[in-house]
């Protein structure tokens, strides 16, 4: 039947891999492959197009990438996870091809190490706290982690109580913990959330999109009026102004920040700055 | 207050796939806030006796309380799933290497029964195929699934709809995965997407699950009589099928991602 071959030519056409470089931008779905760029061949010292030798003559090298979040490594190539465009950042300096990752919108957050988040104290047991970072686990947070802390001198921390911390221990086999203090012993802004303020959730996306360096938003929201704001990576965000009219004005901005475009944002901003 | 006017977008795709004579003319409406809606005069509406799947329409992130929420719809029939995860489980149910997958499949009236715990059992099985659940071990991953309408084809259409929901949700997976249903009638015609009065009347009915990267097999649930060799023109007509619906997850999810 001519019907299946000519409909298998099609599913190979469709499950052909793509190279990494020509979907940059562009929305992936799980389940597609990416070809990761080739190493260009150095030329020898001689400098007339000398091509070191090579024992295995049909590979070529490939350049050192790091997967980012949505992709895994394949074999040689990339395999997509979750739903979302592609993106590329340069390395810095050195060698290597920089970092693939793939932007998507998710709600739910994973615990990574390094990451700073806003917690809620759900537990006191003996000399840990436990505390819900919005994952799969409560992480835990013991009582020394605060500046300051010694065994007789321990921090004012109550079942409920917000905390700001980063996770030292987040991987998918252990337990998630988190520390209020940095790698030199200060706190650094971390610590039990003072009285008062609102704390509600976004998407992750929205988060990362107000702590990217040139956000307009946080920096129209802050001549607007007097504020403090603490973003944590799990959706978190933490808002007190002076009235609790104005801090439920800004949280209900923040939260619809996600779908409006800038002219509509303008449009609200300029009408709270007259009122 | 300052959002009144201020609606969460929502990304509702709906496109209008011809029958696989090959006339391959797509038409996508928007739906706006305002809920304009254009009429398409054209369309597969009339099914005759060849392959052609019914009106697709699928909407994600339509729910404020699950982490992944997609409504699909194909003809009358309407599937509303919620995925949750990965979220926390309780100690009897951990798997100490992967993720548990749970399937919650909630009829239209009344309690659920057997028939929808087998239904759940072969959508959980489907899902364990396709999510890379040891990324995530001793976590839970629930779909909770209600059926809104049924009109036919139920079981594809809470497969299709689960696939939305997940990617909604970000649970990482290695592919996607789509439902297809085929109806066999008594004079061995094949009829994709049958309505329940085809379903009723067939000889067989035939659901398959296909993964998107090979078109391989992920689940097949059959019921009545047929042979070998018709068993094999449905699952090759299935899976010519599964491509349409591939594509129009595609145009869904890049239209959603084009707002952002």
Known sequence: M????????????GSR???????????????????????EDAEGPGGAGERPLSLNAGARSRVRVVCGPGLRRCGDRLLVTKCGRLRHKEPGSGSGGGVYWVDSQQKRYVPVKGDHVIGIVTAKSGDIFKVDVGGSEPASLSYLSFEGATKRNRPNVQVGDLIYGQFVVANKDMEPEMVCIDSCGRANGMGVIGQDGLLFKVTLGLIRKLLAPDCEIIQEVGKLYPLEIVFGMNGRIWVKAKTIQQTLILA????????????????????LAES | MVTQGVRSARCRAEVIIAASRGVGAMEEEMHTDAKIRAEIGTGCSPRGPGCSLRHFACEQNLLSRPDGSAS??????????????????????????KATLEVILRPKIGLPG?????RERLIRNTCEAVVLGTLHPRTSITVVL??????????????????????????????????VTCALDSDGTLVLDPTSKQEKEARAVLTFALDS?????????????YSDSELQQCLAAAQAASQHVFRFYRESLQRRYSKS
């Open chain 2, 213 to 225: 990267v090979e078109r391989k097999l992920l689940m097949s649930s059959t019921k009545g009589l």
């Open chain 1, 17 to 39: 891999a793509r190279a990494a470089r020509t979907v940059l931008g562009q929305v992936v779905l799980p389940g597609e492959e990416l070809l990761l760029p080739e190493q």
């Open chain 2, 114 to 118: 057997v028939a929808e715990k087998s």
């Open chain 1, 2 to 13: 001519a019907g299946p071959v000519s409909v298998a030519a099609e599913y190979l056409a």
């Open chain 2, 146 to 179: 209600q059926v809104v309408s049924d009109a036919g084809s139920l079981l594809a259409c809470c497969l299709n709809a689960a696939c939305m929901a997940l990617v909604d949700a970000g649970v990482p997976m290695r592919a996607l995965f789509c439902g």
């Open chain 2, 72 to 97: 699909f719809l194909q003809g009358d029939t309407s599937v509303l799933a919620g995925v949750y995860g990965p979220a926390e489980v309780k100690v009897s149910k951990e798997i100490f290497n």
């Open chain 1, 252 to 271: 209900n901005i923040l939260e619809a920040c996600e779908h409006m475009t800038s002219d509509q944002r303008k449009q609200i901003f300029s009408r």
